[in-house]
């Protein structure tokens, strides 16, 4: 049996190649569904009869209960924050518990956020023979950095105080890191003793690309930079810049997901630019709806270095560079991104410094 928790369609798309290019066989598909995603989100990605189970999972109380509602609304943001962990978080815990004593003889456990508190409980109880993380943007790398530093897996550091830990085993929550752990991932990490590897070169969907045709757009794929702390009046000068590179071309800005919509608004009234959005993830959209830009670009984004294994010299991919400086919360995170870009380099993959 394998098993699969994700939480977005982009953790979905690598959940399908996963599937496909290791051919396995009783595949489980537990999805949580998160605020930014609601169910409707996964229906474009999810073929029932490819899975042996696929379960929704909600990690909220139904939204409209009256005593959910006066919390979730609470104007005392500690209030608020003590409903999320002591009722929202445990109560998801218990969801998961349940899950984990339904499945035996788990041999591959796929996660798609090994960020999440829940998501490391849940590998816990689980016990799987192999424990595999699935490419979740960037974080891959952040993630593989923290073990290689033997630093706690948060987004912050400095986050998972003495006090979380306490809030956590009160919940019944088992946070601990893996001892070993497998990325499938596309990028070339150097990882620690006991973790390891499986390429991911997404042989599926290379073989459905096959099919796609050009078009004449330039599209950039936009990101929110919050947790890397960039400034939003940084974002807008340097999106006129790239908009000036480009002032030849058909340019389509793609938001992000969890882009600002003010942001988004901004660029299409400030700067006049012309902006698409996509129900499915990028890599989907070119490779199996079947339309090659030509160019695709954006700052820094995981989608470049997947479409970078899928298409190879059929799509051309720049990456504009921004000063790691730039980013208070992250700049060695940042300059790592840029480093293994720069280390990709090729005719049709490259930074280009604005």
């Given at each position: 049996?394998?098993?699969?928790?994700?939480?977005?369609?982009?953790?979905?798309?690598?959940?399908?190649?996963?599937?496909?290019?290791?051919?396995?066989?009783?595949?489980?598909?537990?999805?949580?569904?998160?605020?930014?995603?609601?169910?409707?989100?996964?229906?474009?990605?999810?073929?029932?009869?490819?899975?042996?189970e696929?379960?929704?999972?909600?990690?909220?109380?139904?939204?409209?209960?009256?005593?959910?509602?006066?919390?979730?609304?609470?104007?005392?943001?500690?209030?608020?924050?003590?409903?999320?962990?002591?009722?929202?978080?445990?109560?998801?815990?218990?969801?998961?518990?349940?899950?984990?004593?339904?499945?035996?003889?788990?041999e591959?456990?796929?996660l798609?956020?090994?960020?999440?508190?829940?998501?490391?409980?849940?590998?816990?109880?689980?016990?799987?023979?192999?424990?595999?993380?699935?490419?979740?943007?960037?974080?891959?790398?952040?993630?593989?950095?923290?073990?290689?530093?033997?630093?706690?897996?948060?987004?912050?550091?400095?986050?998972?105080?003495?006090?979380?830990?306490?809030?956590?085993?009160?919940?019944?929550?088992?946070?601990?890191?893996?001892?070993?752990?497998?990325?499938?991932?596309?990028?070339?990490?150097?990882?620690?003793?006991?973790?390891?590897?499986?390429?991911?070169?997404y042989?599926?969907?290379?073989?459905?690309?096959?099919?796609?045709?050009?078009?004449?757009?330039?599209?950039?794929?936009?990101?929110?930079?919050?947790?890397?702390?960039?400034?939003?009046?940084?974002?807008?000068?340097?999106?006129?810049?790239?908009?000036?590179?480009?002032?030849?071309?058909?340019?389509?800005?793609?938001?992000?997901?969890?882009?600002?919509?003010?942001?988004?608004?901004c660029?299409?009234?400030?700067?006049?630019?012309n902006?698409?959005?996509?129900?499915?993830?990028?890599?989907?959209?070119?490779?199996v709806?079947?339309?090659?830009?030509?160019?695709?670009?954006?700052?820094?984004?995981?989608?470049?270095?997947?479409?970078?294994?899928?298409?190879?010299?059929?799509?051309h991919?720049?990456?504009?560079?921004?000063?790691p400086?730039?980013?208070?919360?992250?700049?060695?995170?940042?300059?790592?991104?840029?480093?293994?870009?720069?280390?990709?380099?090729?005719?049709?993959?490259?930074?280009?410094?604005?």
């Open positions: 049996m394998n098993v699969f928790l994700i939480e977005t369609p982009h953790q979905l798309l690598n959940a399908i190649e996963a599937k496909n290019t290791l051919e396995l066989t009783d595949n489980h598909l537990f999805i949580v569904i998160l605020d930014g995603y609601p169910e409707n989100s996964y229906k474009p990605l999810v073929v029932y009869e490819d899975w042996e696929v379960r929704f999972i909600p990690s909220k109380i139904k939204s409209g209960h009256p005593i959910a509602e006066y919390f979730r609304t609470h104007p005392s943001e500690r209030v608020r924050n003590y409903y999320d962990t002591f009722v929202e978080l445990r109560n998801l815990r218990k969801r998961l518990d349940e899950i984990a004593r339904s499945v035996y003889g788990v591959n456990l796929f798609g956020n090994y960020f999440k508190v829940y998501t490391r409980h849940f590998s816990n109880i689980i016990k799987p023979q192999r424990l595999c993380l699935l490419d979740d943007g960037n974080a891959t790398l952040f993630i593989n950095t923290m073990r290689k530093q033997d630093s706690p897996v948060v987004r912050v550091q400095g986050y998972n105080t003495i006090k979380d830990n306490i809030i956590y085993n009160i919940i019944g929550l088992n946070i601990k890191q893996a001892e070993n752990i497998t990325f499938f991932t596309t990028y070339d990490l150097e990882t620690i003793d006991g973790d390891s590897i499986i390429k991911n070169e042989r599926y969907f290379r073989k459905m690309m096959e099919l796609s045709q050009p078009c004449d757009e330039v599209f950039f794929l936009g990101s929110t930079m919050a947790s890397e702390g960039f400034p939003e009046d940084l974002y807008m000068k340097y999106m006129a810049m790239v908009q000036e590179y480009f002032k030849e071309e058909n340019f389509v800005y793609i938001p992000h997901k969890c882009e600002p919509e003010e942001r988004v608004n660029l299409k009234q400030t700067l006049g630019m902006v698409k959005r996509f129900d499915v993830p990028i890599e989907y959209q070119l490779s709806r079947g339309t090659i830009p030509k160019v695709l670009t954006s700052f820094f984004s995981s989608a470049l270095e997947n479409c970078r294994v899928i298409f190879g010299p059929h799509l991919i720049k990456s504009f560079y921004i000063d400086v730039l980013f208070p919360l992250a700049p060695d995170f940042v300059k790592d991104v840029y480093d293994y870009y720069r280390s990709k380099s090729s005719p049709y993959f490259e930074v280009v410094d604005l």
